[in-house]
């Protein structure tokens, strides 16, 4: 009776453990749903995807449901609406997909596939949302072969345009002249010896500036984008230099509120101060390494003569 007994206590307790494990998995789930009030995730694809390359890219970003997102296709059209002088017979692979939250967190990019995307750092994309006037998203960018990644911004602009509600739209001025802030950054980094996170944190310290000071003319912006040259130490031809006031001309001429993103642009200054002080230690120490060793082989090469004569 008592070995009959003990068998259903344990049965039992076998059954309570189980069902208190869904429980729990249940709760603790990351499986949150649809978000009701932005709807799905929005997944853009560039239209040069091949139907294999198109499926990699959605493994890439974490469709395993195309009925849990909403895919829409960037195309050459897209590129010369939202970027002026490009050429609407670009190939584009590069591809992006939007989650928008409530979060309050800003905006979070991950380039999935860093090996592909070239010219375009996370942090680049960022900077110029913030400048489009993105807020509060996960954005994830990959690409199945090595490009430079610009397709992939213009993905996110018609990801928000597609949008049902009004208050998602972008505002047209501000998506042109974030483009152009792209290409700007790019082409400092490829032109003037600098690096991308560099180039990124100058841009990101001027939108501080801007955010301070308020110009409210041209000699104005001139005057703080010397400023911020001079403090970072970075010198820059004059036709890029004055690339870089022309830019920010424009952003001033829209009035563009920086201090609604001056915390992020904070953060994202001094991540990039940090990580560039780290590589000149770093540069600092195998300099020294190579010194010693210089001094040693020196030294030897200095021996050997004197024993020769």
């Known amino acids: 009776m008592l070995k009959r007994f003990s068998s259903i206590i344990l049965s ?84 992006a997909k939007i989650t928008r939250n409530d979060s309050g967190n800003g905006i979070n990019v991950k380039i999935v596939t860093p090996e592909n995307i070239t010219q375009v750092t996370a942090d680049m994309y960022k900077n110029a949302l913030l400048t489009a006037g993105v807020e509060n998203a996960d954005i994830e960018v990959a690409s199945p072969i090595k490009v430079s990644g610009h397709s992939a911004l213009v993905g996110i602009y018609k990801a928000y345009d597609s949008s049902s509600s009004s208050n998602d739209k972008l505002d047209s001025d501000r998506t042109k002249v974030a483009s152009q802030e792209l290409n700007v950054a790019t082409d400092l980094a490829k032109n003037d010896n600098l690096s991308n996170d560099q180039v990124t944190q100058l841009l990101s310290e001027i939108k501080q500036e801007i955010a301070n000071q308020h110009p409210a003319t041209k000699a104005d912006i001139e005057q703080i984008v010397d400023d ?82």
């Not at 469709?63 to 909403?70: E, F, H, I, K, P």
């Open 12 to 95: 039992a307790a076998v059954i309570l453990g189980l069902g208190m494990n869904s429980v729990v998995k249940a709760a603790g789930s990351d499986d949150q749903g649809i978000d009701e009030k932005y709807g799905e995730p929005i997944v853009v694809l560039g239209e040069t995807l091949s139907a294999s390359q198109k499926a990699e890219v959605e493994k890439l970003l974490g469709v395993d449901d195309s009925s849990q997102v909403q895919e829409i296709t960037v195309t050459g059209e897209d590129l010369v609406h939202y970027i002026q002088g490009e050429d609407r017979n670009s190939h584009m692979y590069s591809s």
């Open 228 to 309: 911020k040259l001079k403090s970072l130490n970075i010198q820059l031809s004059d036709s890029d230099r004055q690339l870089l006031i022309n830019l920010f001309d424009e952003m001033r001429k829209l009035n563009i509120n920086f201090g609604s993103v001056k915390s992020e642009l904070s953060d994202l200054s001094s991540k990039l101060s940090d990580k560039l002080k780290n590589v000149a230690s770093d540069k600092g120490f195998w300099q020294s390494v190579a010194d010693f060793f210089g001094k040693i082989f020196s030294a030897i090469g200095s021996f050997f003569s004197s024993l020769a004569g």
